[in-house]
């Protein structure tokens, strides 16, 4: 038999999964990924090490490897990755740096000034980003301000899944995906902008040359095959941000789709031919972006979700954790089973879900968090309620900002990642939004994007419209209740009232405790 192998670091896990041409799962590893507090003083400065990465991905692929016969073969495999995050090299090819963790606040500096010198118009125009304060062109100048002698050593900086592709190749290379959120890529040349990097002090030759996803990379070299137990010579091409190579595992490729991914991440994206990069588009606080899909792009809005999830199952979900430990359940269907119990509309409590800052369509880093409506009534079953709640009207305001952005209704929302097992979340988002929510038979939709873009490069699918046609299987769909659907309208109104009513005290308690 004939396999693919799609990789993902993600930010808690990092898999290897092999899938038949069927698009069926086959095998897999996993090894969690350690995002660890670099220094005492600074509680938020998290960074990923760049031998935990390459250890991780090397069991991981380890695992799934093992489990396949001898006679079987791995035609082709592809990395994708959480983005944004770089490591530095120096000239032997080693890191002299850490991985910044994208939710590291170490930032704020570089980002305040970037938007002082450069401004959200000018991004906005060459590059259809949003400046965000875990913009990868932060990192480089961080370290190139905090750690001179170490920026010195830089001849190379690899986003986090372009190092693992150079360590199964020893080949540099990057994407037109992740080479987007540096803030430094021209959308409409689809090359590095010569004005850009000017003006953020970095050196084109510390970057490399941006391709399209799927592009050859180079072969796995006889050390990697030694680590991973892949075949010397197996071709790797080119996967690129976790995100967008989901798209394509959903089928999302074209115009007229709208897709949800839920995870640690939320985004709501549509596929488009061409760019927008109108006033409108930049006001809405959304993004355009080169597709993963060749030739196309995509216009998306996001923010944290399923971060908020796990900070209550950490911090206040103690008894449920010890309930599934000893009934041997998931912890999440019990602590679903709580948000049950408690009414539509929480008892009257509402959550902003702003614990890394507000994204689109807000986006302000300095906003945060925050229950409002509590009372002595108030029980834990309000509480996970209210965080569901929140999570949904924020997608509800991702995805109106996104319609009107792209000029497009959504009649119905296909969602991936994580968060589709979670049903009773998907329910409710159905109920919030007031459209069906469409969940695929896909367990991980990213790495499963990648095996696709590797086939199409070594050549067992002619297209990636032939190769979604194989492989996509529908799974459940969660249809509103629109009674419901009235009911959360009225509230997604105060919903959008909590912000700006907040906004004086959040930035004030912001720069007290967190500057």
Not at 187 to 198: I, R, V
């Amino acid at each position: 038999m004939d396999y693919l192998l799609g990789i993902d670091v993600g930010s808690t896990s990092m898999k290897a999964l092999l899938f038949d041409l069927d698009g069926n799962l086959v095998s897999s590893g996993s090894y969690p990924t350690e995002s660890v507090a670099q220094d005492p003083k600074f509680p938020n400065w998290q960074v990923y090490y760049p031998e935990h990465i390459w250890d991780g991905i090397s069991d991981a692929i380890k695992q799934a490897v093992s489990q396949i016969n001898q006679n079987d073969r791995i035609i082709a495999a592809a990395v994708t990755g959480l983005g944004a995050d770089a490591v530095p090299l120096n000239g032997k090819g080693e890191p002299v740096y850490p991985f910044i963790n994208w939710l590291c606040t170490r930032t704020n500096a570089q980002y305040e000034r970037w938007m002082e010198n450069v401004g959200l118009d000018k991004t906005f125009s060459i590059t259809g980003w949003q400046p965000f304060v875990w913009s990868t062109v932060f990192r480089f100048q961080w370290l190139q301000e905090n750690e001179p002698e170490l920026y010195r050593q830089v001849e190379q900086w690899l986003i986090i899944e372009d190092y693992v592709n150079y360590k199964l190749t020893g080949k540099y290379s990057t994407d037109f995906t992740d080479a987007s959120p540096t803030l430094l890529f021209d959308q409409s040349s689809l090359t590095w902008s010569d004005e850009l990097l000017n003006l953020s002090g970095i050196e084109k030759d510390l970057l490399p040359t941006p391709q399209p996803c799927g592009r050859f990379i180079g072969e796995v070299t006889r050390e990697a095959a030694e680590r991973t137990g892949l075949p010397q010579g197996t071709p790797i091409f080119q996967g690129g941000h976790d995100y967008l190579v989901g798209t394509v595992a959903a089928g999302a490729i074209s115009p007229g789709m709208f897709l949800d991914v839920t995870g640690t991440w939320e985004l709501v994206i549509t596929p488009t031919a061409t760019p927008h990069w109108d006033a409108k588009v930049r006001e809405l606080g959304l993004t355009v972006e080169s597709h993963a899909a060749p030739g196309m792009y995509c216009i998306w809005a996001g923010g944290t979700a399923a971060s908020m999830l796990e900070w209550y199952k950490d911090q206040m979900g103690e008894d449920a954790q010890i309930k599934a430990q000893d009934s041997r359940r998931n912890v999440w269907s019990i602590l679903m089973e709580e948000a049950s119990k408690s009414s539509p509309g929480a008892n009257g409590v509402m959550f902003l879900p702003h614990f890394n800052g507000a994204a689109s369509p807000i986006l302000d880093p300095r906003s945060l968090g925050a229950f409002i409506g509590l009372n002595d009534t108030t029980k834990k079953a309000d509480l996970i309620r209210a965080v569901i709640e929140g999570l949904d009207f924020a997608f509800l305001d991702m995805l109106k900002a996104v319609e009107l952005g792209s000029g497009l209704k959504a009649d119905t929302i296909t969602a991936i990642g994580g968060g589709t097992r979670n049903e009773f979340w998907m329910q409710n988002k159905a109920d919030v939004s007031g459209r069906p929510v469409a969940t695929l038979k896909i367990e991980d939709a990213t790495a499963l994007g990648a095996a696709i873009l590797a086939g199409v490069g070594v050549g067992v699918y002619r297209t990636l419209e032939e190769a979604v046609k194989r492989v996509i299987k529908p799974g459940k769909t969660f249809y509103p209740d629109l009674n419901l659907t009235q009911k959360y309208g009225d509230l997604f109104e105060l919903y959008q009232d909590l912000y700006p009513a907040l906004q004086n005290v959040n930035h004030k308690l912001y720069d007290r405790y967190r500057l």
